[in-house]
Structures are given as C-alpha cells and as structure tokens.
C-alpha cells in the first residue's frame, strides 16, 4: 500500500477545487493510505472524505516559528511517505521539497523542479486551477480525472430545513479585496426583486461580514440572514435545493456552485480583480458576469438572466 502526502493549505475556493485531484489521486492509487496536510479551518471539508486517513494541520502563521518547522520536519522523516502531491504549489512548499528531500527518497509531483514529477509547463499560470491540476497529474500519467462526490459534504443540520422556494445570495467576500464585492444596494435591489417572485432569500458569508446586510430592511424583504452563523457543510446543504445562487467571485460560491444539483442557476459576479478564465467557480449550470469594475454590473443584467 502506497503512502501518499498531500499538500493543500488554502484558500477556501482552492481547497474545494482541490478535491477533483483529490479524488482523481485515489482512483489512481486504490491501494493507498492518504494524509492531508492543511490549515485547521479547512479540516471539516477533509474530514467528510472517507478515504483520507489522516489529517495533519500545517498553519500558516507558524512557518517562521522554528519549533513548529522542526516537528513539521521530524513528523515527515518519520511517515516515510511514497508519493507527495504539492496541490498547493507554492514558494513555501517548494522550500518544503528542498527540506524534506534530503530525508530519504520519495516522489514528488509540484513545481519544484528537481523533483521526481515536476509540472513545469510554459502555460501553467494561464491555465484554469482544474486545468492546471489536470496537466499537473498528467505528468505521472494520471489521465482520468475524477469529479467529487458532493453528497459526502451535505450537513444533517435539521435547522437548514428552509422553506422552499429559495435562492441562496453571497454579497460579501476577501475584505482585503472590496473590489470583488458587487455593490450592497445592488444586492438589496436583486434581493426585492426575489421577494416579488416569492422567493426567499438565504443570505449566507463569513463571521467578518455580519455588518454587511445593515442597510437592508430584513422585515420589508422575505429574508433569511444567516451570515456568520453556516459550517462549510452547510453551504452544499443549502445548494441542494436552491433555485439560485447569486454571488461574487468568494470562496462560499466555489462551494455553493461545485455541490448545487444542476436544475439550479449559479450566477457568479466579476471584476477586474480576478480572472474567471483562471479561478471561476466550475458546477452544472453556471453563469459568468464580468465587468472591469464590478460594479459595473447591472441589476438588469440579473433580471434578465432569472426571467
């Protein structure tokens, strides 16, 4: 049985793209025993996946923090891994290669390029992070590429039992980039007009967006305000049955999108912050709106695409 390492440390949208390669790793190695190395937040994510045996948690903030890289070290030279997939392909895993390498022998697929398998492709940064990953576990000769299963993520919280019909809508997102963030009156308007079709409204973001949704009468509109208060798990719970999903380019979108059934429209909102040929969120039934600034996105570009 084959001991395989790898490596994906984040962000959240990269984390629920990894899963393709992921799940594609195990189909090609049946007979493997698989560790995860990742950040703490995104432990639940990999503890719904049955075939990853372990989980060992690398955060970020304690790469400059000796004692934690030696234990880092020591933890590795004592797994004697087989093969290790650097998903995250990074200067700081790539570091990690230059360490561990001198430990014992192994293999190892990422962009170090003295590795066994390196994926050093000309056109790696134009590609689409899945294409990207695909091309990567090309270069072992992985050539089928394997969805996840989306059912293993869906919570059992009975509190998401909402009534139907709804439409899940993410006005937030990185508070580092503002410019990925479609205007809150724009939303509030989108979120009137739903309130019109008698559809209700589960608006769903991170703790640090709470404040967000302030301007929006939450009595006047059919609104279900659940920011800060949803698990990654409840994200594909509520995608299940969600009409539509409307949101900028966030992390919570990529995981809405990926797990939502394909009778729902995903409608996901670009700037110029982000490339959606690079990073755009992949599921069933998906439609990309990009302006160069996001705002300049129209509610009646929205309206038409829901009529």
Known sequence: MKKILIIKHGSFGDVILSLYPIFSIKHNFK??????????????????IPFINNIKIDNRAGFFSIIQNIKLILWFKNQRFDWVF????????????????????????????????????LNRTHLHTIDRHKQQLNVLGIKRFIDPDWSLFISKNKALNIRKPYVVVVPGGSRHRLSKRWKIENFIEIIKFFSKLELLTVLVGGSDEISIM????????????????????????LSQEAKIIL??????????????????????????????????????????????????????EIKNLIN
């Open 31 to 48: 007979k493997s025993n698989i560790t995860i190395l990742t950040e703490s937040k995104y432990k639940d994510i990999f503890k719904c």
């Open 86 to 121: 650097d998903l995250q392909t990074s200067r700081r895993t790539n570091i990690y290669f230059f360490i561990f390498s001198k430990l014992y022998k192994f293999y190892w697929n990422g962009i170090a390029k003295k590795s066994s398998h390196p994926h050093l492709s």
């Open 247 to 300: 949101g900028n380019d966030t992390g919570p979108m990529h995981f809405l999108v990926a797990s939502s059934r394909k009778k729902t429209k995903n409608i996901v909102l670009f700037g110029n912050a982000s490339d959606p040929k690079l990073c755009a969120p992949r599921g069933k039934n998906v439609v990309i709106l990009q302006k160069e600034n996001i705002n300049e996105i129209t509610t009646g």
């Open 214 to 237: 302030e301007e929006a009468d939450e009595k006047s509109l059919k609104i279900l305000n659940l920011i800060g208060k949803t698990t990654f798990l409840d994200l594909a719970t």
